[in-house]
T-cell receptor
Framework: DQQVKQNSPSLSVQEGRISILNCDYT??????FLWYKKYPAEGPTFLIS?????DKNEDGRFTVFLNKSAKHLSLHIVPSQPGDSAVYFC?????????????FGKGITLSVRP | GAGVSQSPSNKVTEKGKDVELRCDPISGHTALYWYRQSLGQGLEFLIYFQGNSAPDKSGLPSDRFSAERTGGSVSTLTIQRTQQEDSAVYLC????????????????????FGPGTRLTVL
């Protein structure tokens, strides 16, 4: 049973526009939600995270929104840049000990067109 | 170095052979995780080490997989009698204290990943 789901495998947006990447989860016990970016042949790079007690966290061009009642989160990138083209993974975890292991979605490939 | 390092970067082996993968976490990070990414799949948790505590092995797919962490730093993941379905990218991550991001916000459970070892079992 997949606890973190990224239902769209790909997204293409125009440079300068907003990219919205969606993620759903089933486990209401998750405390933290994270977004990672991955280029080919590299390890994932942390982008932004949010605690389950918050509904929004912003860092530069990246904003993550959390809707706990819907078990849904989204990553907004604005403005999108060609260098943002990569695979984006949504992940979730508990807060302590072994629960800190990350449960990942399958990723979404973002393409930003110049 | 400043980041998580892994070796080798690529490993090709024959079915039935044993392989050993190495991870050097960020200095001072007490938590260390192994994940793997199989073709077309997301990242899958394998094993977790925290300090001197007993590891959480709940993600290991079979008893052919084992891992150890010596001296609370370097970790090795060993796969015995490799099978073709073991082919994947094996990623190591380490985690330190919750920190502030550049913009002043809090980063929760930020795990720093190495570049991975791509294992191919022929």
């Amino acid at each position: 049973d997949q606890q973190v789901k990224q239902n769209s495998p790909s997204l293409s947006v125009q440079e300068g526009r907003i990219s919205i990447l969606n993620c759903d989860y089933t486990n209401s016990m998750f405390d933290y939600f994270l977004w990672y970016k991955k280029y080919p042949a590299e390890g994932p790079t942390f982008l932004i995270s949010i605690s389950s007690i918050k509904d929004k966290n912003e860092d530069g061009r990246f904003t993550v929104f959390l809707n706990k009642s819907a078990k849904h989160l989204s990553l907004h990138i604005v403005p999108s840049q060609p260098g943002d083209s990569a695979v984006y993974f949504c992940a979730a975890s508990g807060s302590t000990g072994a629960n800190s292991k990350l449960t990942f979605g399958k990723g979404i490939t973002l393409s930003v067109r110049p | 170095g400043a980041g998580v390092s892994q070796s080798p970067s690529n490993k090709v082996t024959e079915k039935g052979k044993d392989v050993e993968l190495r991870c050097d976490p960020i200095s001072g990070h007490t938590a260390l995780y192994w994940y793997r990414q199989s073709l077309g799949q997301g990242l899958e948790f394998l094993i977790y080490f925290q300090g001197n505590s007993a590891p959480d092995k709940s993600g290991l797919p079979s008893d052919r997989f084992s891992a150890e962490r010596t001296g609370g730093s370097v970790s090795t993941l060993t796969i015995q009698r490799t099978q073709q379905e073991d082919s994947a990218v094996y990623l190591c991550a380490s985690n330190g204290p919750t920190r502030r991001s550049a913009s002043g916000g809090t980063s929760y459970n930020e795990q720093f990943f190495g570049p991975g070892t791509r294992l191919t079992v022929l």
